[in-house]
């Protein structure tokens, strides 16, 4: 490491080395664990609402909140952990979300009562909230950049793995037990071996360098090429001042920074998350429900759930060969509202199972190919000391919205409305959302990451 300008930065040389998987893509794995449970536990509030309303005899609003407290709090804490990232770094908060989770997932478990179990999930999800975007920032921000759009994409390939998981297991307890605090015990023993795991990922040099800590993040970035089998010259860190400090006024200041950034950006970015994410929310929470309520069986109905998001993974492969071809914001464009559409026919063909469930496989599809290039594209569009907090609040409005889904949706749109054109009233804030990100937002496909 050296000090004169005319070097390339630190920042420059770790998205410029050569990716290794026993480098790079132990992050991506350990990171991907992480993603997984998130969506393990959001597929189980759409197994839990029939289970729940059966044992503890829950109307329409009562079984909604099995979803809203536990997504209100996944919102709030993509808020605080991607904020708190930003303040005392991706590995503390890496390492401390899945610790919150896991508690609270075994309290949850142990819940006397209805209103004790909504406190429970509400707090797991707090902790489990801050993984999505915590764990983009840190994978991001250690993955080469030639390769960044493929590594961040076939990221979400851990959804679809969590989220089938969760149908497939949850199906067997209820088959062998019928006990659904079964259904949340299971989770937390792997939950916790990635927790001890996660405790092993370094620092990221990027957070480093911003956080006035040169000389741990030259000793970070130093590794990285030695490890890499890299053969870079001299490289310089920017000098930086004093650290920040965590604090709810920082906070504040870090939400405005996001407007004067650009507000376009930023405007688009939660637009996307929160229309994209409520379709995909409001089919995942209520669909074993609006199966069972047609006649399917209970383990029949988990199944058809699982088949829904298990052929998310041939997405998540689409999204990665096609991210660096097609660009961003095209993939986006064309997926995410036929995606919505597939929906709307999906709910005229109820009636017909086979056709039914073909459909809805159509739709694991392509909500799948939209979703991860949709975590990419915005983890792009922010500079570093605002990419936590940036990914953080748009998957906070996501969570906001999909937190009030299981109310607006089970007690108001789908009893009101019926199901085709509640479906297609989403499907159309998609496409007002893709609209907008055409004509307001850049592409990203290449970028350096600032």
Same mark, same amino acid.
Request: glycine share 10%.
């Given at each position: 490491?050296?000090?004169?300008? &005319?070097l390339?930065?630190?920042?420059?040389?770790?998205?410029?080395?050569?990716?290794r998987?026993?480098?790079?893509?132990?992050?991506?794995?350990?990171?991907?664990?992480?993603?997984?449970?998130?969506?393990?536990?959001?597929?189980?509030?759409?197994?839990?609402?029939?289970?729940?309303? @059966?044992?503890?005899?829950? =109307?329409?609003?009562?079984?909604?909140?099995?979803? &809203?407290?536990?997504?209100?709090?996944?919102?709030?804490?993509?808020?605080?952990?991607?904020s708190?990232?930003?303040?005392?770094?991706? @590995?503390?908060?890496?390492?401390?979300?899945?610790l919150?989770?896991?508690?609270?997932?075994?309290?949850?478990?142990?819940?006397?009562?209805?209103?004790?179990f909504?406190?429970?999930r509400?707090?797991?999800?707090?902790?489990?909230?801050?993984?999505?975007?915590? =764990?983009?920032?840190?994978?991001?921000?250690?993955?080469?950049?030639?390769?960044?759009?493929?590594?961040?994409?076939?990221?979400?390939?851990?959804?679809?793995?969590?989220?089938?998981?969760?149908?497939?297991?949850?199906?067997?307890?209820?088959?062998?037990?019928?006990?659904? $605090?079964?259904?949340?015990?299971?989770?937390?023993?792997?939950?916790?071996?990635?927790?001890?795991?996660?405790?092993?990922?370094?620092?990221s040099?990027?957070?480093?360098?911003?956080?006035?800590?040169?000389?741990?993040?030259?000793?970070?970035?130093?590794?990285?090429?030695?490890?890499?089998?890299?053969? %870079?010259?001299?490289? $310089?860190?920017?000098l930086?001042?004093?650290a920040? @400090?965590?604090?709810?006024?920082?906070v504040?200041?870090?939400l405005?920074?996001?407007?004067?950034?650009n507000?376009r950006?930023?405007?688009?970015?939660?637009?996307?998350?929160? &229309?994209?994410?409520?379709?995909?929310y409001?089919?995942?929470?209520?669909?074993? #429900?609006?199966?069972?309520?047609?006649?399917?069986?209970?383990? @029949?109905?988990?199944?058809?759930?699982?088949?829904?998001?298990g052929?998310?993974?041939?997405? %998540?492969?689409?999204? #990665?060969?096609?991210?660096?071809?097609?660009? $961003?914001?095209?993939?986006?464009?064309?997926?995410?509202?036929?995606?919505?559409?597939?929906?709307?026919?999906?709910?005229?063909?109820? =009636?017909?199972?086979?056709?039914?469930?073909?459909?809805?496989?159509?739709?694991?599809?392509?909500i799948?190919?939209?979703i991860p290039v949709?975590?990419?594209?915005?983890?792009?569009?922010?500079?570093?000391e605002?990419?936590?907090?940036g990914?953080?609040?748009?998957?906070?409005?996501?969570r906001?919205?999909?937190?009030?889904?299981?109310?607006?949706?089970?007690?108001?749109?789908?009893?009101?409305?019926?199901?085709?054109?509640?479906?297609?009233l989403?499907?159309?804030?998609? %496409?007002?959302? %893709?609209?907008?990100?055409?004509v #307001?937002?850049?592409e990203?496909?290449g970028? $350096?990451? =600032?």
């Amino acid at each position: 490491m050296t000090t004169s300008t &005319t070097l390339p930065s630190g920042d420059a040389v770790v998205q410029d080395l050569p990716w290794r998987w026993r480098v790079q893509g132990s992050i991506f794995l350990i990171g991907g664990l992480g993603f997984m449970f998130d969506a393990w536990d959001v597929t189980l509030n759409g197994f839990l609402i029939p289970l729940l309303s @059966k044992e503890w005899h829950l =109307d329409a609003g009562g079984a909604a909140w099995v979803g &809203t407290s536990n997504l209100i709090g996944m919102a709030i804490g993509a808020f605080a952990w991607g904020s708190i990232a930003d303040q005392i770094g991706r @590995k503390k908060a890496f390492t401390l979300t899945l610790l919150v989770f896991s508690l609270f997932t075994v309290l949850g478990a142990a819940a006397p009562d209805y209103v004790w179990f909504y406190i429970f999930r509400f707090v797991a999800g707090f902790g489990l909230g801050g993984c999505i975007p915590v =764990d983009y920032a840190l994978v991001g921000e250690f993955t080469p950049r030639r390769h960044r759009g493929r590594v961040l994409t076939v990221m979400d390939a851990w959804w679809p793995i969590g989220a089938s998981l969760c149908g497939l297991v949850s199906a067997a307890l209820i088959s062998a037990t019928g006990n659904w $605090r079964a259904l949340m015990l299971v989770m937390v023993l792997p939950a916790l071996l990635v927790f001890w795991v996660r405790r092993s990922v370094p620092e990221s040099p990027l957070y480093l360098v911003r956080a006035g800590r040169p000389e741990e993040a030259a000793q970070v970035i130093n590794s990285l090429i030695r490890r890499t089998g890299a053969t %870079v010259g001299g490289w $310089r860190l920017p000098l930086v001042s004093e650290a920040p @400090k965590l604090s709810l006024g920082k906070v504040t200041v870090q939400l405005a920074q996001l407007w004067r950034y650009n507000w376009r950006t930023t405007a688009v970015a939660w637009s996307l998350f929160l &229309t994209i994410l409520l379709v995909y929310y409001g089919a995942l929470t209520w669909m074993p #429900a609006i199966l069972v309520s047609t006649g399917f069986g209970e383990a @029949k109905a988990f199944m058809a759930t699982a088949g829904m998001t298990g052929i998310g993974l041939v997405g %998540v492969v689409l999204a #990665a060969l096609l991210v660096e071809r097609v660009g $961003r914001k095209w993939l986006l464009a064309i997926t995410a509202p036929l995606s919505a559409a597939s929906l709307v026919v999906f709910a005229l063909v109820l =009636d017909a199972p086979a056709a039914a469930q073909a459909w809805l496989l159509v739709f694991g599809l392509l909500i799948q190919v939209a979703i991860p290039v949709l975590y990419t594209y915005v983890s792009e569009l922010y500079p570093t000391e605002l990419r936590g907090t940036g990914f953080g609040w748009a998957s906070t409005i996501s969570r906001v919205g999909a937190g009030l889904v299981p109310l607006i949706f089970g007690s108001l749109l789908w009893p009101v409305l019926g199901l085709p054109l509640t479906f297609a009233l989403t499907g159309l804030l998609v %496409v007002l959302a %893709v609209i907008a990100m055409a004509v #307001a937002a850049p592409e990203t496909k290449g970028i $350096r990451l =600032d």
